[in-house]
């Protein structure tokens, strides 16, 4: 992981600083650990899905989550899609079994 960098406004970026930002990828669960589906029928349970949660950030290009990262080859989380960790407000989790 790179190191933290440090803001320089007064200059502009250079190659490495650019590389250690793109290189840098967060450690995100994976498919298993959050009990994600793709809800490619739109049976999604009880409208707690991707589009509502707290972790979703849909994009231009592609939409993702913050703490999960497909690893089937299709990078795009759809709204429709789900896991466990669903949440509207980072506190409450309705899927999450306990």
Known sequence: ??????????RMATMEEYRAIVDDHPVKFDEKQVHFERDEGGDHKDGM??????????????NVCEIFRPTDGNPTIQPIDYCHFVTLDGENFPLLEE
């Open 1 to 10: 992981m790179a190191e933290k960098l440090e803001a320089k406004p007064d």
């Open 49 to 62: 899905c991707c589009a509502v949660c707290f972790h979703f950030y849909a994009g231009k290009f592609h």
